[in-house]
């Protein structure tokens, strides 16, 4: 994301928003904890050929906004985080066409800055809240857009789950792990076993679906107990750390363990072989990666991740925050502290 100067605001302007040339946006100058996110004033972004803006209600926080700013992953300095935001178009760049100003819309603003009161995005992540969306709560949506989305993408794309198979989720609390608990009941799966770091979090996590949710020192013993010694057939990995390394123990021959997130911050490796000597697939899913070199699949995955949850089959615990408290939701990602998910509202 290109970051525009900052230009002085007088904070009495209260329709910068609308028609004010500067706006409120979460940014960080370096990397670090999250002292490190503050709320700044910059110029409102114009669309560029193929975007359009969005005037910003809600905004999604997730981890790998985290990861952004521990410097997990290079992203130019200062940074403007968000990746997730739903709000009502505001303008339209050239060789735009299906949108206009004030279409109800949500967006995976995956450049960056969608924790702002205004976000220029392209228009293929875009979807527009009408027709059977069209009753979709704002900070629904925005909790929706990554978590489900990306749940959707590893149990099929990514996981190729097939009907009666037995599904492990690490993270099980989190916001990825409830909505894929969901899914892999709704596409067939046979067993759905949750994992957590906590009682208070395996307790909050029997809540979406799953026919057992357990601390990490007894997945091993759980899964051997039923499957019958067989394995799990898909294991979703977004913690990494140590635990990564022994996930090829829980899986049936021919198991797939998908990796698509690294909470701990640790690199694991595997050895070349490693899928040949064990029978298991390794598996990697990336959200931006997909918008890359798969635009229109990630599309056809957003549309339907929406959809879901307008119908009721994924239930998304939202957390509604304040946009100066952009720090504190990170934070408790960061201690692993959180459950559901945290969405910034951009107005108050």
């Keep these: 994301m290109t970051n525009p ?11 910068a928003t609308t028609s004010g040339s500067v706006m ?8 670090g904890g999250p002292s490190v996110l503050d709320v700044a004033e910059v110029a409102v972004p114009e669309p560029q050929p193929g975007q359009l803006t969005i005037d910003v209600e809600y905004a999604g926080v997730n981890f790998a906004e985290v990861m952004f700013r521990r410097g997990q992953f290079p992203v130019d300095l200062p940074h403007c985080p968000g990746l997730e935001a739903v709000g009502t178009v505001r303008a339209v760049g050239d060789g735009v066409t299906g949108f ?27 979807v527009r809240l009408d027709g059977d969306l069209a009753g979709l709560d704002g900070a629904l949506a925005a909790g929706a857009l990554c978590n489900v989305t990306t749940a959707l993408g590893v149990l099929t794309s990514a996981g190729h789950l097939a009907r009666g198979e037995t599904v492990v989720v690490l993270a099980a609390a989190g916001g990825v792990g409830t ?9 067939g799966a046979g067993t759905v076993i949750g994992v957590t770091s906590s009682p208070v979090k395996a307790e909050y996590a029997g809540g979406f679906g799953y026919d057992s949710v357990v601390s990490y020192d ?21 913690v990494g750390g140590a635990f990564r390394s022994s996930v090829t123990g829980l899986l049936a021959a021919f198991g797939r363990h998908v990796i698509f997130g690294n909470a701990a911050a640790e690199d694991v490796t595997f050895e070349g072989n490693h899928p040949w000597y064990t029978n298991s697939s390794l598996v990697g ?7 890359g070199r798969a635009p229109q699949l990630l599309r056809a995955h957003l549309e339907q991740a929406l959809t879901e949850v307008t119908k009721g089959t994924v239930r998304v615990d939202v957390k509604v925050l304040p946009l100066k408290d952009v720090a504190h939701a990170h934070e408790l990602l960061e201690t692993r502290a959180s459950t559901g998910k945290y969405v910034l509202d951009v107005r108050s």
């Design 218 to 238: 007894r997945i091993e013993r759980e899964v051997a107990e039923r499957t019958g010694g067989a394995g799990a057939d898909l294991v979703l990995d977004s």
């Design 179 to 187: 909505a894929a608990a969901q899914l892999a009941r709704s596409l």
């Design 100 to 126: 206009g100003p004030g279409d109800r819309v949500a967006a995976l603003t995956l450049g960056g800055g969608g924790n702002a009161e205004v976000v220029a995005v392209g228009a293929e992540h875009v």
């Design 285 to 291: 899913y990336n959200l931006g990666g997909v918008a």
């Design 5 to 15: 100067a900052e230009t002085p605001m007088n904070p009495s302007d209260t329709a």
């Design 24 to 31: 409120r946006t979460v940014r960080f100058e370096s990397f």
